[in-house]
């Protein structure tokens, strides 16, 4: 693994139906987040864990949840998924507080 | 509140030609950090620059460069003699100490630049 990964690249998930969207860094940065993107609206923070073990909401956090259980992964769960959450989804890692932010290749879903 | 503001929602040029994107920013902390971030139609987002809120010097990077002036709240990318590889939407962010979301971003709405040949 090199830099940050996310899977699945693409999904179409019925309505009602749980998801996991999958995230991982390997440059061991303390701070990892969820975004989505969506057209007109730019990026939107979900959910950010600023170290292991701790999480946090942000603006859009409502049907979302997040876990931090080991520096290198921060899956989003959509625990039933609804029309609205259609989106792109990037996660996205920082070293320390105010560094950059590098951002995984993005999980493109589709609910239905 | 914290806000970036990107009030061109789509430029189009020539190549060649010079073009600035704008950025203005809304902040009641005095320390923050200002980003530009490039995203092709491959869909990636990359990092283009940090700067914090006590370094007003202007930057240059090969044929960008950014205009950062306290003053204004303002944070401004320009792309000299553009190319169509800078086809690309560009977003401004803010973060600061005062964020409530700790050290996310705070993203503008993005810029589409189109380059044609």
């Known amino acids: 693994i090199a830099g940050i990964t996310q899977a699945p690249t693409s999904q179409i998930l019925a309505a009602g139906r749980r998801m996991t969207l999958r995230c991982t860094q390997d440059?061991?940065?303390?701070?990892m987040y969820w975004y989505r993107q969506d057209l007109g609206l730019g990026l939107r923070l979900i959910h950010y864990?600023?170290?292991?073990?701790?999480?946090g909401k942000g603006e859009v956090p409502d049907g979302y949840s997040v876990s931090r259980a080991n520096t290198d992964d921060f899956p989003l769960t959509l625990a039933s998924a609804v029309p609205s959450q259609t989106s792109v989804y990037f996660c996205?890692?920082?070293?320390?507080?105010?560094?950059?932010?590098?951002f995984g290749p993005g999980t493109r879903l589709t609910v239905l | 509140a914290q806000k970036v503001t990107q009030a061109q929602t789509e430029i189009s040029v020539v190549e060649k030609e010079d073009v600035t994107l704008d950025c203005v920013y809304e902040?009641?902390?005095?320390?923050?950090?200002l980003f530009w971030y490039k995203q092709p139609p491959s869909g990636e987002l990359v990092f283009l620059i940090r700067?914090?809120?006590?370094?007003?010097q202007n930057e240059i990077s090969g044929r960008y460069s950014w205009n950062f002036q306290k003053s204004t709240s303002s944070f401004n990318f320009t792309i000299t003699a553009s190319q169509v590889v800078d086809s690309a939407v560009y977003f401004c962010?803010?973060?600061?100490?005062?964020?409530?979301?700790?050290?996310?971003?705070?993203f503008g709405k993005g810029t589409t630049l189109s380059v044609s040949s």
């Open positions: 962010a803010l973060s600061d100490l005062a964020n409530q979301a700790g050290t996310a971003l705070i």
């Open positions: 700067r914090n809120s006590f370094d007003e």
């Open positions: 440059m061991r940065h303390n701070a």
């Open positions: 996205a890692s920082s070293l320390e507080v105010n560094n950059e932010q590098f």
């Open positions: 902040t009641r902390d005095t320390t923050y950090y």
């Open positions: 864990s600023n170290t292991a073990g701790t999480t």
